[in-house]
């Protein structure tokens, strides 16, 4: 985040690691293994907020023959995961400092 946004993030106070693993399941089944569309953070487009979570990276430790993309809608960006790749993506801009709109 330091490298991103003007701050001097500390590793202490930081969330902790939050790790999900897919299982997957049948093509027909009808509740597929996957995270719903949501927003993390204060996605209202307002000040940023000290406090609150600013961005967050989603490493890919391994790679499904079918689905695991990452999604963001709104924006219209579609992240097809690579073995040991990540994606880092921030709720902030940085040059107004204000949280993201919606769009992630």
Do not use: W
Request: hydrophobic share 30%; net charge negative.
């Amino acid at each position: 985040v330091n490298h991103v946004l003007p701050f001097d993030i500390k590793e202490n106070g930081q969330e902790d690691l939050m790790s999900i693993q897919y299982f997957g399941r049948g093509a027909d089944d009808d509740k597929p293994d996957r995270y719903m569309p949501h927003c993390d953070g204060d996605c209202n487009g307002l000040q940023f907020k000290p406090g609150n979570r600013m961005a967050t990276i989603v490493m890919y430790c391994d790679v499904p023959e079918v689905g695991g993309a990452t999604n963001f809608r709104n924006s219209g960006v579609h992240i097809k995961p690579e073995k040991y790749a990540a994606t880092f993506f921030s709720y902030i801009d940085p040059k107004t400092m204000k949280m993201d709109g919606g769009f992630t």
